[in-house]
Nanobody, 124 residues
Framework: QVRLVESGGGLVQAGGSLRLSCAAS????????MGWFRQAPGKEREFVAA????????SYADSVKGRFTISRDNAKNTVYLQMNSLRPEDTAVYYC?????????????????WGKGTLVTVSS
């Protein structure tokens, strides 16, 4: 069992930055690929970014490439999402997820564990 707890959400103006954190607990937490998804009001949950258990490989949605950076610190069992140049369309609840690989974690159905989410609101 892996428990995921997100933090770092909040209200920011367009063009600003936020860093989300996801603290993972559980004996095998550091062996999973980790990812971030988001869900805007009235929309389906969508993939944002993912990272391998070693941190050597990452994957990003086209909509965030060049603006968001995912990283992890296995010593702290924590995954981060650095979000820069935020836009109003980035407004959503952001969820941390764990899965078997970066390749498969781009799909909601392949996430084995989920956090409860943290709200990010970007004002124009």
């Amino acid at each position: 069992q892996v428990r995921l707890v997100e933090s770092g959400g909040g209200l920011v103006q367009a063009g600003g930055s936020l860093r989300l954190s996801c603290a993972a607990s559980g004996r095998t937490a550091s062996s999973y690929a980790m990812g971030w998804f988001r869900q805007a009001p009235g929309k389906e949950r969508e993939f944002v970014a993912a990272i391998t258990w070693s941190g050597s490989s990452t994957s990003y949605a086209d909509s965030v490439k060049g603006r968001f950076t995912i990283s992890r610190d296995n010593a702290k069992n924590t995954v981060y999402l650095q979000m820069n140049s935020l836009r109003p369309e980035d407004t959503a609840v952001y969820y941390c997820a764990a899965g078997l690989s970066v390749r498969t974690l781009t799909s909601v159905e392949n996430a084995a564990y989920w956090g409860k989410g943290t709200l990010v609101t970007v004002s124009s």
